[in-house]
């Protein structure tokens, strides 16, 4: 098998799987993108097995610390552990991700599961060049009524990929609903946003809903309303959602409808609207995306996530809640609490944390992998000033 020697004091040898071709010694036997490739250290000692691609920054990521060949066996052997382990957790296994990359030993492949419906999207060129084998596996496994290829992923383009969606079994379903803790979601996964839901916070939904009975709500970043949604099933007093996309807002509507209750939206920069809106709330929610997709622009994104904090809290009641989120893995928790805290001391607020937030356990944290650990979210009570 060809492969490649890696440099001392590589990353792979503190746990991580991923090799950069910085951390390339010599490679042997000619391999081609997509190529699984043998791992060997400076001693010719054997490190496992990778996918590989020369055209991107990650020349590498290993999949075994043992030989394996990405046969049709072993993606049965690999989705099957991926399908057990969500079935093992407390959550809705029909509403979920099923498989997340690195995470599941299956590096750029991702799928999601809408009850009979999946979404599928491979970022890596080794599992865009097995995509048949991908799919003829999740058929024999779930048997879904459809699977939706949903690659428009930035990330391709690190791997040289185009990007497309499209049917790979079964017809394009037609917008269909879900239901989560009450709340009704509609679905529509070749044209909504990602893969149709970001399910990776659902179970945050409910606990920042825990304190908004009698309240008066912000959403901001609402996407398709799912905080605002589970406030106003918990009685909130009044919710306003805002977003800058009318898409957003107006599955903002939709979904209020479908769950029968009532969430004003308003579609606006979030920056704008914090800046100019006169009105203050006792629960306010900010759940942007990501501000940086790389480590170089990490300072300017907390400069932006300190912003939009500094202009919350001037928004915020006495005695009120802020629930705030970040989902680059590029900044880490502690960047992300350090932005909170110099708003707090620049608007002279002190607060205090009452939750702390992270991924839903069906995209599992690989403890070797940071890049596995992105979102984090902490809610905090406005103190007393001292």
Known sequence: ??????????????????????????????????????????????????????????????????????????????????????????????????????????????????GDHLVMQTTTIAMEQRQDIIAKTLLELLSPTSITLRNDSSMRKAEGLEEEIKMIHGAQPEP??????????????????????????????????????????????????????????????????????????????????????EIETVTSNAFDFLRRHEGTYDLIILDPPSFTRNKKSVNDAMRGYKEIHLRALAKLNPSGILATFCCSHHATREIFLSSVQRAAVDGRRTLRMIDSHTQRLDHPIITTLPETEYLKGFTFQLAPNR
């Open 1 to 114: 098998m060809a492969g490649i020697i890696i440099k001392p004091r590589s990353r792979i040898f503190h746990g991580h799987d991923w090799v950069y071709a910085s951390e390339i010694q010599k490679t042997f036997g000619n391999p081609e993108p997509g190529d699984l490739i043998s791992l060997k250290d400076f001693k010719d000692r054997p490190l496992g097995c990778a996918i590989y691609n020369p055209n991107s920054q990650i020349v590498a990521r290993r999949i075994s610390r043992r030989t394996q060949n990405l046969d049709e066996e072993f993606f049965a052997r690999r989705i099957g552990q991926s399908i057990d382990y969500r079935a093992s957790l407390d959550l809705n296994n029909q509403l979920c991700r099923l498989v997340w990359s690195e995470s599941d030993g299956l590096p750029g492949l991702i799928v999601d599961r809408y």
């Open 176 to 261: 269909f609903t879900v239901e989560h803790n009450g709340s009704i979601f509609e679905i529509d996964p070749a044209n909504g946003q990602k893969t149709g839901l970001y399910l990776d916070i659902m179970d945050s939904y409910a606990r920042v809903a825990k304190h908004a009975e009698g309240k008066k709500v912000l959403d901001v970043f609402c996407n398709q309303g799912g905080f605002g949604l589970a406030c106003a099933k918990t009685g909130a007093d009044s919710i306003l959602a805002v977003d800058i996309s009318e898409s957003a807002t107006a599955a903002t509507t939709r979904n209020a409808e479908l769950t029968g209750v």
